[in-house]
T-cell receptor
C-alpha cells in the first residue's frame, strides 16, 4: 500500500477558472477527509465522507466548493470560479472506521493568480 | 467550542538540547490527542497519539508527550534535538463519537541550530 495519494501536487490557475483535485485513500479506509491549510496555519477541516456518503461539511466550504466520493473509493474536490483567497494547500486524509488515526496525503498546492 | 492552542509559533534549540513544544486544548469532554510533523511541501506524519490508558505516550523519532487532564495539556518533548527534527509541528484533537475530524493548533516551527 502506497498511502494516501493526491493529484496534482501543484496547480496554478487563473482567477475565475474551475479546478478539480483527486484523492486516492488507503484501500479499505472507510473515512475520508479534506482539509485546507493556508501559509503559517494549521489545517482546517472542510468535509468528511464515510464510504460514499458526505456526512459533514464545514462552513468554510462555500457553494463554490463541491466534493464527491463515488462508490466510496477515490474522492474529488472541485472549486468553481476560483478566487485568490482559495490559494492554499488542500490535504486529503483517510482512516479506518474503527481507528482514530488519520493518514495524510502530500497535498495539492493551489495558487490562484 | 473546542480549540487547540500551541504556545510559541517558533521555537529554536541547539542540536542536542531538549525540545519542548507546548499544546493546550479547551474541551468539556475527553479528547483524543495527536502530534503531527510536517516537512516543507509535504503532508502530515503522525508522531504520536493519546486515546486512553497511559498518559505518557512514546512516538517515533524519540518524541514523547504527556497528557495532563488537570492542565488540559499535551506537551511534546524530545531529550536531544537532531538537525533532522527541524520542521513544523501540529497538535490536534478529535473526539469519541464524532466524525473523527481533527481540530489543529496553528503550529510551531522548530529550528535546530548546529
Amino acid at each position: 500500500d502506497t498511502g494516501v495519494s493526491q493529484d496534482p501536487r501543484h496547480k496554478i490557475t487563473k482567477r475565475g477558472q474551475n479546478v478539480t483535485f483527486r484523492c486516492d485513500p488507503i484501500s479499505e479506509h472507510n473515512r475520508l477527509y479534506w482539509y485546507r491549510q493556508t501559509l503559517g496555519q494549521g489545517p482546517e477541516f472542510l468535509t468528511y465522507f464515510q464510504n460514499e456518503a458526505q456526512l459533514e461539511k464545514s462552513r468554510l466550504l462555500s457553494d463554490r466548493f463541491s466534493a464527491e466520493r463515488p462508490k466510496g473509493s477515490f474522492s474529488t474536490l472541485e472549486i468553481q470560479r476560483t478566487e485568490q483567497g482559495d490559494s492554499a494547500m488542500y490535504l486529503c486524509a483517510s482512516s479506518p472506521t474503527s481507528n482514530t488515526e488519520a493518514f495524510f496525503g502530500q497535498g495539492t498546492r493551489l495558487t490562484v493568480v | 467550542a473546542q480549540s487547540v492552542t500551541q504556545l510559541g509559533s517558533h521555537v529554536s534549540v541547539s542540536e542536542g538540547a531538549l525540545v519542548l513544544l507546548r499544546c493546550n486544548y479547551s474541551s468539556s469532554v475527553p479528547p483524543y490527542l495527536f502530534w503531527y510533523v510536517q516537512y516543507p511541501n509535504q503532508g502530515l506524519q503522525l508522531l504520536l497519539k493519546y486515546t486512553t490508558g497511559a498518559t505518557l505516550v512514546k512516538g517515533i523519532n524519540g518524541f514523547e508527550a504527556e497528557f495532563k487532564k488537570s492542565e488540559t495539556s499535551f506537551h511534546l518533548t524530545k531529550p536531544s534535538a537532531h538537525m533532522s527534527d527541524a520542521a513544523e509541528y501540529f497538535c490536534a484533537v478529535s473526539y469519541s463519537g464524532n466524525t473523527g475530524k481533527l481540530i489543529f493548533g496553528q503550529g510551531t516551527t522548530l529550528q535546530v541550530k548546529p
